[in-house]
């Protein structure tokens, strides 16, 4: 109903939607800025922001043009799980030993 009121020829706003297709405004090119300097310096990087304002889709459409011969990309989506948790998945990302214990000095 509203794809045909408003024009549109597809979903508007959907997951799925090409990096080509996005609309790239001020704060988008900021973002994506500050991944560059990240990827420069070969820093690590926290992006928060309120739900829906486009922090997946900006990592997405930036991951989109590295190249997979020099990067090796890490998502983690879940960010309720404790710090153990998050080394954990990191560590299994990174094809890293499986650790049974702590380790203790």
């Not at 500050?34 to 829906?52: A, E, N, Q």
């Not at 954990?88 to 650790?99: A, H, P, S, T």
Request: charged letters at 25%; proline letters at 3%; a positive charge.
């Amino acid at each position: 109903m509203y794809k045909a009121f408003y024009g549109f020829s597809g979903v508007p706003f959907s997951k799925d939607i090409k990096s080509c297709d996005l609309f790239i405004h001020n704060y988008f090119k900021e973002l994506l800025s500050r991944f560059d300097y990240i990827k420069k310096y070969r820093g690590i990087m926290l992006v928060t922001g309120s739900p829906g304002v486009g922090k997946t889709t900006a990592l997405r459409y930036w991951l989109d043009d590295l190249r997979t011969e020099s990067f090796f990309k890490v998502y983690i989506p879940l960010s309720t799980v404790g710090i153990i948790d998050f080394y954990r998945q990191l560590n299994d990302k990174l094809n890293g030993e499986y650790v049974y214990e702590k380790q203790t000095i």
